[in-house]
């Protein structure tokens, strides 16, 4: 267990619906990461917060954003959904920014589109 | 760009048998962190081991080994006398620096089946 959790476990829903993926990161760590697992694009980053703000982006698209909560929990918020966002959604998290720190996966979050 | 490179998409074995798995990167930084990740059956993703470019001591923990060879910029990944519970998509991952920022740029993962 890496101490990050993630809910849901299993999302199904339909084309053009809206969704919230939950992350809480182990405690004490400050920087929270999403990532994208799929069979054609495998794991993609998506952004990273640092203690409340927006570090860094990759991969993300528009229609997708994220947030962190002052007590540092994470949100991905996805809209529009498209088959194709069907998809394995890991957060991450680490103490630091993350320059020398290893990132710790929490179990993820299966979203099916249908 | 940063680039990682796991050229093995499967790799079946029998129990006992020793296995490497093989990571091959890509990267214009001089300082740079080198991860492998474990994706068991069940989806989650596990953190095996942590190396950075100034240190190319091989790391030994249990059946697990690393050997970081950076003239060849490889970080290759031995498991010996291998088990059943050792079967699992294994990923290699390079940490690539955005500034101060670095993110994980993951190879496309070998599927290592160990059968009995």
């Known amino acids: 267990d890496s101490g990050v959790t993630q809910t849901p476990k299993h999302l199904i829903t339909a084309t053009g619906q809206r969704v919230t993926l939950r992350c809480s990161p182990r405690?004490?760590?400050?920087?929270v990461y999403w990532y994208q697992q799929s069979l054609d694009q495998g794991l993609q980053f998506l952004i990273q917060y640092y203690n409340g703000e927006e570090r860094a982006k990759g991969n993300i698209l528009e229609r997708f954003s994220a947030q962190q909560f002052p007590d540092l929990h994470s949100e991905l918020n996805l809209s529009s959904l498209e088959l194709g966002d069907s998809a394995l959604y890991f957060c991450?998290?680490?103490?630091?920014?993350?320059?020398?720190?290893?990132?710790?996966f929490g179990p993820g979050t299966r979203l099916t589109v249908l | 760009a940063q680039k990682v490179t796991q050229a093995q998409t499967e790799i079946s074995v029998v129990e006992k048998e020793d296995v490497t798995l093989d990571c091959v990167y890509e990267?214009?930084?001089?300082?740079?962190?080198l991860f492998w990740y474990k994706q068991p059956p069940s989806g989650e993703l596990v953190f095996l081991i942590r190396?950075?470019?100034?240190?190319?001591q091989n790391e030994i923990s249990g059946r697990y080994s690393w050997n970081f060879q950076k003239s060849t910029s490889s970080f290759n990944f031995t498991i010996t006398a291998s088990q059943v519970v050792d079967s699992a998509v294994y990923f290699c991952?390079?940490?690539?620096?955005?500034?101060?920022?670095?993110?994980?740029?993951f190879g496309t993962g070998t599927r290592l089946l160990v059968s009995p």
């Open positions: 190396r950075n470019s100034f240190d190319e």
């Open positions: 405690s004490g760590d400050l920087s």
């Open positions: 991450a998290s680490s103490a630091g920014q993350g320059s020398t720190d290893t990132q710790y």
């Open positions: 991952a390079l940490s690539e620096a955005l500034g101060r920022i670095r993110k994980l740029v």
């Open positions: 990267t214009r930084d001089t300082t740079y962190y």
